[in-house]
């Protein structure tokens, strides 16, 4: 490896047809229900999945100790959909899935998900955005720093899938835990190390 | 302050008969999220309260763009109901509120709760119980670690109002926010800092 110039990106490893054909209609939320249970399971980190929020107007008793909801709304999030700690640092993400293969709407982030991500960032959590592009069956995370370049430099309403492509982590797919994140996050942990002990 | 012996515990301020009267009915949780919504404004943490989950078992759509949920139930949480980001550090816990004056029943504090703080404690959040004895107009703020080590040396199937006075940390009533819990945290984490240069 001596030698080899810096810039390397990783590669999608080419798609097990096998693997691709199993987890077909699996969503992106169904993966990452499936790796924060995993992540539990072998103590890696704490991460959940905020339930959403609902609403309740009215309750009835029909049967002893179970309440009935009978009616109830859905309520627009104050947040993230995802949030827990690891290696002793807040964790924050949003994750989104997309079936375009040239670009993600910035539509689909809402404005208040973007608040909050920021506003974890600040105080010093680390915060980011998963992306799937359902049809290439590609996932990608994209760090919050990243994003907020983005937005400055660009007045656009979506993101190109190549800026994503350069500026993300490739997730690639296993069976566990589906989507393995905390790895792709390990890299840019460890490269952020090293660029602090460079500067000293 | 000069030969002053460091065991002084902080005494409960004398009650404001006036705030007393204004804040009678407010339930802890309303004064979290008053507490949590203040933290935000002024920039100090983001904390926010996790939704109830709920099981939607039937939509309909009376009304255009709107959803009606018709039939849903309660859930059970997998994990506390506060968690969020203050100085770069991971926050989580629980608040509990009784009438009782003499002691605090461990059966209010469920299993998955108390399964959830020691882990988010092991991966390095900061994790505590607010308990209010409503009756006393008193809430108390307890580190998991002080839990563990009472639930470790104790058989009992609650806490001692006297335990919870001398071993928490008292959180007195403010108007602007009514449970100035990071106020309560700032001590023990400036204790802590103190501790850990001694040790030097």
Same mark, same amino acid.
């Given at each position: ?11 999608? *490893? ?24 995993? @992540? ?20 009835s008793y029909p049967a002893?100790?179970?309440? $009935?909801?009978?009616?109830?709304? @859905? ?10 700690? @690891? ?8 994750? $989104? ?62 993101? *190109?899938?190549?800026?994503? $492509? ?11 835990? *589906?989507?393995? @994140? ?17 500067? $000293?």
């Amino acid at each position: 490896m001596i030698g080899y110039p810096n810039k390397k990106k990783i590669q999608p *490893p080419v798609s097990d047809p096998a693997i691709s054909k199993a987890r077909r209609g699996m969503s992106l939320e169904d993966d990452l229900n499936k790796t924060n249970s995993y @992540y539990l399971d072998v103590d890696r980190a704490v991460i959940f999945k905020k339930p959403t929020p609902i609403q309740v107007v009215e309750v009835s008793y029909p049967a002893r100790n179970k309440a $009935k909801i009978t009616e109830a709304y @859905y309520r627009q999030a104050s947040t993230t959909d995802y949030n827990g700690v @690891y290696r002793g640092l807040p964790i924050d993400f949003e994750a $989104k899935e997309t079936v375009n293969k040239t670009s993600f709407s910035l539509a689909k982030l809402h404005k208040h998900q973007l608040v909050h991500l920021v506003n974890v960032y600040r105080h010093g959590a680390i915060a980011f955005l998963l992306i799937r592009f359902s049809s290439l069956d590609e996932t990608y995370l994209i760090m919050i720093e990243s994003l907020i370049r983005f937005l400055k430099n660009h007045d656009r309403q979506s993101i *190109p899938y190549d800026w994503i $492509k350069n500026e993300g982590i490739f997730i690639p797919y296993s069976l566990t835990p *589906p989507v393995d @994140y905390l790895t792709a996050l390990d890299k840019i942990l460890t490269e952020g190390v090293k660029r602090n002990e460079e500067k $000293k």
